[in-house]
């Protein structure tokens, strides 16, 4: 068979794979396992309504899944085969851009596929149950799977154009993030505070998956049905629009470029200008070595710290637009602690990533078996990884910091009684728990990034690592607090977050920070060492 | 006294070395012994436990059994101290592409503890070492194969240690630069460095080595001096013969003999086989010569590294 032939090789490598069918049960047993869960909790309530809470929570944690699947499974792929130089042996054949691009998503995004496609067997349960119509699950086994394609179709475009991972992969969630959830979160909030104004961002609910999958419920698709097929519509075309073009650029763009980087090259005089090449910037690069080998390595680039702070001017700029454009109507409690959120947000995003990506490099290109058979001993390059981190994020986070004490002081200036109480806990447990958080984030991300087989989701996988099971933990007692109508007040909840936070931050980060210290070389050896399956490890094998 | 040879000081010793990586042994009880001053070469199919062995040697993996010393301090209880005496080339070497030459050089002087004010002076000194003078400000990603293989080098001389473990240094390297990297390290021999060498290019170890070892499936076939490899063989030696007149009464007559093992026509001359290693040409002649054939040459074939090396092992892997 002629077409396609990277589709159909690399779908036969990937069905092969243990991680495809792995993924698919995993999906599946964690579906069955939350609707086990939920159908014990609501035992005394209506069937009709017990199905109607599974199928909200179910495809809402699908089409979530889903509309993030492209940061985990496309965003690196293209980009790690340009960089291993693999890519340009698939364009010395006969093969063509689009053969390669969906080639590319085809193995890449099997597993992902496969993992939505194992929730949809569960998702009839509730059709089964009552309550939930045959129209409404067919809508959302759409919506997901087409927040799927686009979620992928982003990753392959970002992929075509990046060359580091890092790149790839964060730029692959930014645009997610600000195509998906940005521009109508921001347009939601806006028209929210002033239901009379007009939606400032009108388009940008159309792309999405929030959107979509909102519509997809009868109650709103009766009235809106027009409005969904064309949201589902617009994102289907765009996906494709996106591959479109991810397959006309891309065989522009696999050649290396002749190598610039002689002395007095192109290539040279960037790096010089990224490193510093001033008297004073050699100076400090000369005392960065003298005191610790690793800081010097993690901290050469004299820029790396003004990274940092562009994120903040950035912010600050969308506030100062704002402010401007809403006057009196943005300086409020809510603008204060989203504010808030969103800078602490970032702070913890950039401090994963920086903190896992030298040792996942390193690891990933041999540099770090190098460095371990010199004396540079594991305490002196973690000791060199806290000071580049200092470096790079001292500044930022005291900035943040005392941004956050004068949004709180205003905030709690125009509150009173029980708000005023509310308003003073919600600062002081996000600015605690944002230190522990990091705290915690530090250890977990460096160990992520040892024992990582792809660098690109090190971060990804310590962020994951970090907030993933108090906010799981907290969503199942939220759930079940409401479906059984035993809910608490905030204060409940708020301690139960405090709470689940700062135990799992303890753990995950006593445990990576006793691996670090005392696996680090066996971890670095890893990548030498088959790897054991599953059922191998499970056997004792 | 004075005419006594003095007995050679060990430099690298193993003993019932193992490595297993999950199901799969990678060594098996391996004893090697390098004596200090050796250009040691280390000869083995892929797979066969090389890689392995050297980065045990190198601190970089531990043993799953055995012991293994490097100049008198053991790699796993004492690795600090061989960390500090050893230079190690990876045959898959990460470099950092963005660094220039001597900024790369530096950090790993620094990563070695040489004074800052010591560094400079050794980094000049290595790249003359290794005729990198005239790079020494360009980025590392501008640098051709054989040109980091060079830098590579480079990198383990900066803290002048007093053995070199070197994974197929040559590998991907144009004729001129492997010549000249193994010019490199015969110098750096005759300055008493001790090299443990691995590679493919046999012909080249056998004129660099002054003592190999072979190994296979994690076990050791062959270790000594390049010269002894051959009588290592269970191969009889090879003689080319050449006689005037009736060849064909020549080929009868060896083809009868029960010490010959085999004998064929090759460029006018019989290439002879002999049936075990202990005979040698004596048998050809006194065979050729009671029959009545008339000999005009006779010599033994050299048998190459390469070709003992083909007949002591079968290419097999774990």
Known sequence: MKFLPIVIRELTVAARRKATHWTRMLSATVAVAITAWMLSVMAGSFPQETSKAIFGVMTAMMTLYCAMAGVRFTADCLSAERREGTLGLLFLTNLRGHDVVLGKLVASSLDAFYGALAIVPVLGLPLLMGGVTLGEFGRMSLVALNALFFSLACGMLVSTVARSAHVAVWGTLLVLILVAGGLPALDAYLVGKDPTSRSVFPWGYILCPGYTYALGFDALYRRSAWQFWTSLGATHALAWVLLGFASLILPRMWQDRPSSSGRGGVGHRIQLWLRGNSPSDARFRRKLLDRNAYYWLTSRRHWKPAVAWFALVVMAAIWAWGWHRFKSDWTNEGTYFMTGIILNFIIRVAFASEASRQLAEDHHNGALELLLSTPLTVSEILRGQYLSLRRIFLGPLVFILLIETVLFIATIKTQYGSDRSMWICLWLGMIVMTLIDLGALFWVSQWMGLTARQPNRASANSLALVFFPPWALLALIGMASVTSHTGGGWETFFSMWCLFGLINDFVVGAWAQMKLREEFRTAAQRRYAPQKGLLEILAGK | ?318
Do not use: W
Not at chain 2, 103 to 118: K, M, S, T, V
Not at chain 2, 135 to 164: E, T, W, Y
Not at chain 2, 272 to 284: C, F, M, N, R, W
């Open chain 2, 1 to 318: 006294m004075s005419g006594e040879i003095p007995e050679p000081v060990v430099a690298v010793q193993t003993v019932g070395l193992s490595r297993t990586f999950g199901s799969t042994a990678a060594l098996l009880g391996l004893d090697l012994t390098v004596n200090q001053g050796d250009l040691f070469g280390f000869i083995g199919s892929n797979g066969a436990g090389k890689t392995t062995t050297l980065r045990i040697l190198a601190t970089f993996l531990s043993p799953s059994g055995g012991t293994a010393k490097v100049l008198g301090h053991d790699v796993v209880t004492d690795a600090d101290a061989v960390r500090n005496v050893i230079g190690y080339m990876p045959d898959f070497f990460g470099v950092y592409k963005d660094m220039e030459v001597t900024e790369y050089l530096d950090f790993f002087g620094a990563c070695y503890r040489i004074p800052g004010a010591q560094r400079e002076k050794t980094v000049n000194d290595v790249l003359e070492l290794v005729g990198l003078r005239e790079k020494r400000g360009f980025l590392i990603g501008a640098l051709s194969r054989g040109m980091q293989q060079r830098l590579g080098l480079a990198r383990v001389l900066i803290h002048d240690p007093r053995l070199l473990l070197l994974d197929e240094p040559a590998s991907g390297l144009d004729p001129r630069a492997r010549i000249e990297m193994m010019a490199i390290l015969q110098e750096l021999q005759k300055m008493g460095k001790t090299i443990i060498i691995s590679s493919h290019i046999l012909s080249e170890l056998q004129t660099l080595c002054n003592r190999v070892a072979i190994i296979e499936k994690g076990k050791l076939i062959y270790s000594g001096p390049v010269q002894g490899v051959r009588d290592h063989t269970t191969a009889g030696r090879t003689i080319r013969a050449k006689v005037a007149g009736d060849v064909e009464s020549a080929l009868l007559l060896l083809r009868t003999d029960t010490r010959i093992a085999a004998v064929v026509q090759e460029n006018g001359f019989l290439k002879i086989t002999l049936a075990s290693p202990e005979l040698d040409g004596s048998v050809v002649a006194e065979t050729l010569v009671r029959g009545g054939a008339r000999l005009l040459s006779l010599a033994e074939d050299e048998l190459g590294l390469e070709e003992v090396f083909m007949r002591l092992t079968r290419g097999e892997t774990q």
